[in-house]
């Protein structure tokens, strides 16, 4: 029974702290309302989201102790996130191309991919021929790896796992990826395995690599191969991911500079559930955020933008909080287990250059750093005000989503620094 009032009691609290944020979020809106979007003032708009922020957070949590009470037990766990949108399972000999299926794991983990690798399943009470099976079923992408090792055959079936992980995903009509490694002894079993795979009419185009190419050419073959074999599937673009994924973003005169690294990013894989920019109060970045905010509203995606209480980044003190400002999104979205991407192409050059500092010193491998390269005209036609003499027309939708032949997609790798043992000379 203690239990029982103790719970109302909680229940009735948090109903309590909602009535009260809902009263703080009325009165800021009226305030807010005595001014055009653009013209409000900077710490009541702040002040507005994170109050929102609270209420789903609060509303979220009253959710569960209600369906506490009615159940009369603990309320379930959260569910564990799905698979990745996409699943490449990497199939071949384990023994002798263990350096080559490292390589192809990383080259895939920087795709923001799911590998599969049946040495990394973990222990399970199925055998490795049902692992293997499962493995080939469930993937989106089967990736060869073949040298010169036929592999461990099965009992009773004649075959080896290597060749009816292959068999099983032909089959199921899988996208096929092939790699043969040359200049390696070849086991007869392996070479008509081989002589089938690559057979004229039915079988694979491949391509070969020798121990030179191990790893950087491998993973730039894979990464080039893998991309190419997603975009002829733009269906998985759609599919939720398998956490959040928050898009932090310098914003200046150009919404495309998000709205179209946004787009870029769905075409590669990638959907965001989330999009948060960082700007200052200048007129026309306000503007291009009130743009931003109705195409993600149109989007049907979350968003919000902070604002620095400058017009510019043009003192120290400026660049001072807008790093801080940035730093303490970045520690929340990454504390909420969400995937976040960086992406530093919007705003002044010194935006994406802080942005870049502060997660390479603070989460160095924890976020991905982006930008989006577009052509002349369509940064030239992108920036505000120029950017309003489209309004209505086709070129406007251009401007906020440019087509994959009028822009380019770059992850921004991490600087590597000398370690100070080096540079000591030990």
């Given at each position: 029974?203690?239990?029982?009032?103790?719970?109302?009691?909680?229940?009735?609290?948090?109903?309590?702290?909602?009535?009260?944020?809902?009263?703080?979020?009325?009165?800021?809106?009226?305030?807010?309302?005595?001014?055009?979007?653009?013209?409000?003032?900077?710490?009541?708009?702040?002040?507005?989201?994170?109050?929102?922020?609270?209420?789903?957070?609060?509303?979220?949590?009253?959710?569960?102790?209600?369906?506490?009470?009615?159940?009369?037990?603990?309320?379930?766990?959260?569910?564990?996130?799905?698979?990745?949108?996409?699943?490449?399972?990497?199939?071949?000999?384990?023994?002798?191309?263990?350096?080559?299926?490292?390589?192809?794991?990383?080259?895939?983990?920087?795709?923001?991919?799911?590998?599969?690798?049946?040495?990394?399943?973990?222990?399970?009470?199925?055998?490795?021929?049902?692992?293997?099976?499962?493995?080939?079923?469930?993937?989106?992408?089967?990736?060869?790896?073949?040298?010169?090792?036929?592999?461990?055959?099965?009992?009773?079936?004649?075959?080896?796992?290597?060749?009816?992980?292959?068999?099983?995903?032909?089959?199921?009509?899988?996208?096929?990826?092939?790699?043969?490694?040359?200049?390696v002894e070849v086991e007869p079993e392996?070479?008509?395995?081989?002589?089938?795979?690559?057979?004229?009419?039915?079988?694979?185009?491949?391509?070969?690599?020798?121990?030179?190419?191990?790893?950087?050419?491998?993973?730039?073959?894979?990464?080039?191969?893998?991309?190419?074999?997603?975009?002829?599937?733009?269906?998985?673009?759609?599919?939720?991911?398998?956490?959040?994924?928050?898009?932090?973003?310098?914003?200046?005169r150009s919404p495309g500079a998000v709205?179209?690294?946004?787009?870029?990013?769905?075409?590669?894989?990638?959907?965001?559930?989330?999009?948060?920019?960082?700007?200052?109060?200048?007129?026309?970045?306000?503007?291009?955020?009130?743009?931003?905010?109705?195409?993600?509203?149109?989007?049907?995606?979350?968003?919000?933008?902070?604002?620095?209480?400058?017009?510019?980044?043009?003192?120290?003190?400026?660049?001072?909080?807008?790093?801080?400002?940035?730093?303490?999104?970045?520690?929340?979205?990454?504390?909420?287990?969400?995937?976040?991407?960086?992406?530093?192409?919007?705003?002044?050059?010194?935006?994406?250059?802080?942005?870049?500092?502060?997660?390479?010193?603070?989460?160095?491998?924890?976020?991905?750093?982006?930008?989006?390269?577009?052509?002349?005209?369509?940064?030239?036609?992108?920036?505000?005000?120029?950017?309003?003499?489209?309004?209505?027309?086709?070129?406007?939708?251009?401007?906020?989503?440019?087509?994959?032949?009028?822009?380019?997609?770059?992850?921004?790798?991490?600087?590597?620094?000398?370690?100070?043992?080096?540079?000591?000379?030990?």
């Amino acid at each position: 029974m203690t239990d029982h009032l103790d719970l109302e009691k909680e229940v009735e609290h948090l109903r309590e702290r909602l009535r009260i944020h809902r009263r703080t979020l009325m009165i800021l809106e009226k305030q807010i309302a005595q001014f055009t979007e653009m013209e409000a003032p900077v710490h009541k708009l702040n002040q507005r989201d994170q109050v929102r922020a609270e209420i789903q957070r609060l509303e979220k949590e009253l959710r569960a102790l209600e369906a506490q009470q009615v159940v009369g037990v603990s309320p379930p766990p959260e569910p564990e996130p799905s698979h990745p949108s996409i699943r490449v399972f990497i199939s071949g000999t384990i023994r002798d191309l263990r350096a080559e299926r490292e390589a192809v794991e990383q080259a895939l983990r920087h795709l923001d991919l799911e590998t599969l690798r049946a040495e990394t399943i973990g222990s399970q009470s199925a055998s490795p021929y049902e692992v293997s099976l499962m493995l080939a079923q469930q993937c989106d992408i089967y990736l060869g790896l073949y040298g010169g090792r036929y592999g461990t055959i099965v009992p009773g079936d004649g075959r080896s796992i290597t060749e009816i992980e292959y068999q099983t995903a032909r089959n199921q009509g899988k996208p096929i990826l092939i790699y043969r490694k040359k200049g390696v002894e070849v086991e007869p079993e392996q070479e008509e395995f081989l002589q089938f795979v690559g057979d004229l009419t039915g079988g694979h185009i491949w391509r070969e690599f020798g121990p030179d190419d191990v790893p950087d050419n491998l993973m730039a073959w894979v990464q080039e191969d893998v991309r190419a074999e997603v975009r002829r599937h733009p269906e998985w673009a759609r599919r939720p991911p398998a956490r959040g994924r928050v898009l932090l973003a310098s914003l200046g005169r150009s919404p495309g500079a998000v709205t179209g690294l946004y787009h870029a990013l769905v075409r590669d894989g990638k959907p965001v559930t989330r999009v948060v920019t960082f700007s200052s109060t200048h007129r026309d970045v306000r503007d291009a955020a009130g743009i931003c905010r109705q195409e993600f509203h149109w989007l049907g995606v979350p968003y919000a933008n902070r604002l620095i209480d400058a017009e510019d980044i043009a003192s120290e003190d400026d660049a001072r909080e807008f790093k801080s400002c940035f730093y303490g999104l970045l520690q929340e979205s990454l504390g909420s287990g969400a995937e976040v991407l960086v992406g530093i192409t919007g705003g002044r050059t010194v935006m994406g250059a802080l942005m870049a500092v502060v997660v390479q010193t603070t989460a160095p491998g924890q976020a991905a750093l982006y930008h989006l390269d577009v052509d002349d005209d369509i940064e030239e036609d992108g920036r505000l005000p120029r950017l309003w003499d489209f309004e209505g027309t086709e070129r406007w939708r251009e401007l906020l989503d440019p087509p994959p032949e009028k822009c380019r997609l770059v992850r921004v790798p991490y600087v590597r620094f000398p370690s100070q043992s080096s540079a000591g000379g030990r």
